[in-house]
């Protein structure tokens, strides 16, 4: 499985999108492009054993 991060291009495309970050309160605002990429590689993953599991199965 071949998992590729968010590009520069697809981020300045997406980035309007997402709603406006909050003001500084307390914590650092986390990288959202981090984060992004982070629950897209959980997501992918996840995904992909689940296929797996299911053709080992049959």
Same mark, same amino acid.
């Given at each position: 499985?071949?998992? #590729?991060?968010?590009?520069?291009?697809?981020?300045?495309? &997406?980035? !309007?999108? %997402?709603?406006? =970050? /909050? !003001?500084? @309160?307390?914590?650092?605002?986390?990288? &959202? /492009? /981090?984060? &992004?990429?982070?629950?897209?590689? *959980?997501?992918? @993953?996840? %995904?992909? *054993? /689940? #296929?797996?599991? =299911?053709?080992?199965?049959?």
């Amino acid at each position: 499985m071949l998992f #590729r991060e968010i590009d520069d291009v697809l981020w300045e495309s &997406m980035e !309007p999108s %997402l709603p406006s =970050q /909050k !003001p500084h @309160t307390g914590r650092l605002c986390a990288n &959202m /492009k /981090k984060l &992004m990429n982070g629950i897209l590689y *959980v997501v992918m @993953t996840r %995904l992909y *054993v /689940k #296929r797996r599991s =299911q053709e080992i199965r049959i």
